[in-house]
Nanobody, 123 residues
Framework: QVQLVESGGGLVQPGGSLRLSCAAS????????MGWYRQAPGKERESVAA???????NYADSVKGRFTISRDNAKNTVYLQMNSLKPEDTAVYYC?????????????????WGQGTQVTVSS
């Protein structure tokens, strides 16, 4: 069983910066891929950035050059550094992680989601 706890959201002015973090906790698991999604009112959830355990990254075109995803495998934590924020970035941001779970009855993978953190970019 894995839990993802997000932090770092808030209200910032256009052009400002925020750093989101998401830490995975639990027992008998190993995190593989991690990423960030966001969802604005009336819109579908979209992928923002993703990172593999080995550090390979991928970004949505809308955030390339402004956002940076990183991770600390020792801490099972993923970060999203958001710079040059725009009003269009306003959304609830969700952490996502794929976990490999070890159980007595067998091993399996499962996708987990954080609780979501609000990011509002407004003057």
């Amino acid at each position: 069983q894995v839990q993802l706890v997000e932090s770092g959201g808030g209200l910032v002015q256009p052009g400002g910066s925020l750093r989101l973090s998401c830490a995975a906790s639990g027992s008998s698991f190993s995190i593989t891929d991690m990423g960030w999604y966001r969802q604005a009112p009336g819109k579908e959830r979209e992928s923002v950035a993703a990172i593999t355990r080995g550090g390979r990254t991928n970004y949505a075109d809308s955030v390339k050059g402004r956002f940076t995803i990183s991770r600390d495998n020792a801490k099972n934590t993923v970060y999203l550094q958001m710079n040059s924020l725009k009003p269009e970035d306003t959304a609830v941001y969700y952490c996502n992680a794929e976990a490999f779970l070890y159980t007595d009855s067998g091993d399996y993978t499962r996708t987990y989601w954080g609780q979501g953190t609000q990011v509002t970019v407004s003057s």
